[in-house]
């Protein structure tokens, strides 16, 4: 069943960025596995997935991580917490990687990939160590707007948490030598019901300072 | 009405990145209208939306985007294309912008605003001006992943498009000198009957790969 689209639109006016989660509330097992089933499924270019989502449950790890995050009670109060983390580099083991688990899903032989895997490499060898990781960090940003749209379906509040040291969130979380930096975090539960901020009216400039047609 | 689980993952698995679109099929105006209502809900952090949507009907105006595309059908012949550019600079006017827009649709006075309004004029003034470009375009990057979602429940088909070249999109829609600069687009439409693509078994990495639950 598709949704309607204005079933869409409701589902995207309920979102909001849910500052004070009701820390009583849990997601459900059945509805959190589905969360981690549309992370796996972000698209991402060449479809390299260049990324590693860590779903952090330990209360202290939690509350370590909220000291790098200005204190946001996000981080400790909402039921799920997602650090969504990049991949710092994009080499030919990426790239191999890939190709060997697209030719053993699609039954394709290695060698029909070469032409794809050229491709991929020529494209990666073009890029400076820099960029290659804020191409990684952007394809990482994807699976954000994913993960956020997924929620709002779903009837479930979330939160974005781009207000964070990632330098500290990496620390805290031993990724230094992993390959692997944070990109941003998204905090996902259940609204407080004493937040202010849902009931704020849902400001977005006017679609015609945004949207043009040409 | 929102989604069950088994319904938002059964439309994540309908997604897929359609190759050969039905030229002949065109998305009802109804429909489209969600699509640029879905772009203009898109969460950005501070609400900053450092972006401006262009939606390209002209069909002269496809052709030569197409050959800016490696020649990418998708392109041409999807019912509808987007062009998802990003503000190049976060100035003060930026932020005096959408500062005025929040007060005026929350009802809230200016100067109440004034502390947002300094933290994210700090935030802005501590990135040099290709940090702040790069910023803004990871914001885009989360309405990609919002309008893909988003044809995803809608049960319409789309296309990211990353392999095109940016700075010819630019010429092209006349974007230099206007402060925004092409950052990806997005073909949406209905699958054409011949795309191989449609049934290939969709390939992922194992979740144990990209999930890890800490």
């Not at 160590?129 to 779903?154: C, D, F, H």
């Not at 509040?157 to 692997?180: F, H, K, N, Q």
Request: net charge negative; glycine share 6%; hydrophobic share 45%.
């Amino acid at each position: 069943m598709t949704m309607q689209p204005s079933e869409l639109l409701a589902a995207l006016r309920f979102r909001y960025a849910t500052k004070a989660f009701d820390a009583a509330r849990k997601i459900p097992a059945e509805i959190w596995d589905a969360f981690e089933q549309s992370l796996v499924l972000t698209p991402s270019s060449f479809g390299l997935q260049p990324w590693k989502f860590l779903v952090i449950d330990h209360p202290e790890i939690r509350e370590k991580l909220k000291a790098a995050s200005w204190g946001q009670g996000q981080v400790t109060d909402a039921s799920h917490l997602v650090v969504l983390t990049a991949r710092t580099d994009l080499a030919q083991a990426d790239i191999d990687s890939w190709i060997a688990r697209l030719s053993e899903v699609q039954g394709t032989p290695a060698e029909a990939l070469a032409g794809l895997s050229g491709m991929i490499s020529s494209f990666s060898s073009a890029m400076t160590p820099a960029e290659k990781q804020a191409w990684n960090t952007r394809q990482v940003y994807i699976a954000l707007g994913q993960l956020m749209t997924s929620a709002a379906v779903l009837g479930i509040d979330s939160c974005p948490l781009e207000g964070i040291s990632p330098a500290d969130y990496d620390t805290i979380l031993g990724l230094p030598g992993t390959g692997y930096a944070t990109a941003v975090a998204c905090a996902l539960g259940y609204r407080s019901a004493e937040d202010k901020y849902a009931v704020a009216p849902k400001a977005r400039f006017e679609a015609e300072k945004v949207i043009a047609r040409i």
